[in-house]
């Protein structure tokens, strides 16, 4: 790999020289690295396709932009977004990641949907919103 990458890196995550040399030495780092570029040419998208109750007003329609690493791109949002939707998307992301960097698409995933954890009114609760992601090129927005 070349050597600017690993520098751009050590520089990114503020790593000492004496770490960086931890990092280069397991594999998984430089393969991940290697696509790093083509994932931030990515948008991830998590769309409410249910919600009813919900204290923070999110409904159906309402989108959650991140860029590819999953850093939520907030001047794309809601003005309000809920921190137990965002936790329910974070666990889709990683597997949006994980796909991506084994290769495979990550609109192939077969469970993208996930729900806050109010359990709704009928449980207990207040609301409920589930969302469900996909990936798309940056370009499109």
Known sequence: MDER????????????DAEVVVYRQNPRN?????KSGA????????????????NSRHKVGDRLYFDGAGNLLTE?????????????AATL??????????????????FKRADCIDVGLQCG?????????????REEL
Request: charged share 20%.
């Open 5 to 16: 990458i690993w520098k751009l890196a050590q520089r990114r995550l503020g790593y000492t």
């Open 30 to 34: 430089a393969d991940v690295l290697s």
């Open 39 to 54: 994932l931030m040419a990515k948008v991830i998208i998590a769309e409410v396709v249910e919600a009813h109750g919900c």
């Open 76 to 88: 794309l949002c809601p003005k309000k977004v809920c921190v137990h939707v965002l936790s329910a």
């Open 93 to 110: 992301i990683f597997a949006a990641n994980e796909l991506f960097y084994a290769g495979v698409d990550p609109n192939e995933m077969r």
């Open 125 to 137: 609760g207040w609301g409920k919103v589930v969302v469900e992601i996909r990936v798309a090129e």
